[in-house]
């Protein structure tokens, strides 16, 4: 099955994950949001598909383009 | 018999060389010939003439020097065949405009460099005089790798760098549009020559870009990489911003060269055109009202707020995605054509770091180039922090976009979204002009944000307080209040706090009634001192 790793487009850190494993998701969809400059940044589904894993925990230091979710399209 | 007159004629007739003028563009039409076209066709790619064919207005294309290239003759001294020059060009029209464009055939020799009497193409060629001369635009349609060591061979001397200078295109860039698709593999002069644009383009996954390709660079350091990896899209539009957008195909970049165009002045001697707009220029849109959260930590879709502000359908995205913390576009308000700057919040609360100060830098410029009006959609926290912002030079790099805004004398619109703070908020005023700053009742500004801001300031009381933390929120709640917009709208340090619905009427009246002042100031800019 084809997947695709979500990134974060900011460096901060995993405030909260608001999906979870096996959970359908739409393009669009906040798949976790990441604390950065003291903003709730979502990490947005670029795609439709089914949350395979989380490649980060919550509280963990994330870095600009870090994959944090793998989705199966 | 032939009566006086006929014999006349008959002597004077130029057929044979008109006959052998149809034979000559003939083989220019041939290109490289079919099986290099077939060539160049299966890597999915069209040919220089088709492309021109594809990007202008149809039969608009008036070729100049289709008979330049190579002779070869027998021996009698006729012609035998001619290997065209590797550069097609002339004078064409898009959307009814003249411009100046042309690009390399890369089906001759990969489009590497020709010599002739005069350069065609490129640095300082017959199609930059084209655009300079008569103040049209440059497009140049970029699918060559320059110079090759070959030459030495033929000149039996090697050539000194700049014997075909970049001074005409350094000109061009304070007179007229120029825009460079790369549609292939670009380096060296071809590479540059992209670059000294207004607006860069290129085709994702069939061009690529870069100072030197892969054979050099293992050659220079040992690294082996394709040449994707070193001049493709995601490195040379995403990552570098060496190009501004990346398009999926050569129909999108015709399309992407068309729409820039239309948003420009032939010249800086006109104003950009004005379209008639059947969108009210009073349309008051309900979902403003709404669309910044009350939550001051919760992001929100700046996109969808321009959009709803500017004339529908009118956004155009420069650099899209390449310092994503700002976004910089051209638009329409009232069918006049406005440059927006925007903070986005989702990248970094809309902080600007290095790569967004250099997209800002460059639009501004672009904008008070062309007399094009800029507005602000603020909501900038300041400049990035942390030690790779510092490392990366934020701070010089973001003084520079302030700097380009206050040498700017385009008129520019201040609209305070949310934030406003420190230089990077300074440098969203029209300090040149009538700074005009309005704000939404979910503005908020000063030198630093407070949360940020009492920690350092207040730090003996917090420390010496026996609850820090309860201390802390106490200060900030007290300064808080005193940062409501309506207080600086009493003193008149904002001019106007406005229904967010009221924007766009807001905003058309103001670039409305500043066409008089465009209308008067025109010609090139010439800006003196030492960019930071």
Redo the contacts between chains.
Sequence with gaps: MPRYEAKT???GSVWKIVTSVGQAIEAGDTIMIVE???????VIAEEGGTIAAFLVTEGMSVAEGDAVAVVER | MNTPDTAHTIANDWSPEVDELRRRRGEAERLGGDEAVAKHHERGRSTIRERIAALVDEGSFQEVGKLTGTGEYDARGRIARVTPAPYVMGLAQIDGRPVALGGEDFTIRGGTSWSGDRKKGGQGGFIEDLAYQYRIPLVNLIDGSGGSVTSIRRRGHAVFPGVHGFERSVALMGTVPVVSAVMGTAAGGPAGRAILSHFTVMVKGSAQVFAAGPPVVERSLGQKITKEDLGGSHLAVDVAGTIDNAVANEAACFAAIRRYLSYMPQNVWELPPATPCDDPVDRREEELLRIVPRERRKPYDMRKLMGLVIDRGSLFEIQPTFGKAVITALARLGGRVVGVIANNPMVYGGAMDVKAARKQTHFIELCDCFHIPIVFLVDVPGFMVGKDAEAAATLREGMRSVYVALQASVPMYTVVVRKCYGMAGMGTTDKNGLDLKIAWPSAEWGSLPIEGGVAAAFRREIAEHHDPKQREAEIEAELRAFASPFRTAEAFGVEDIVDPRETRGYLCRFVEAAQGKLRTTLGPKTKTGVRP
Aim: hydrophobic share 40%.
């Design positions: 487009d900011v460096t950065s400059m003291k903003m709730e940044v979502p």
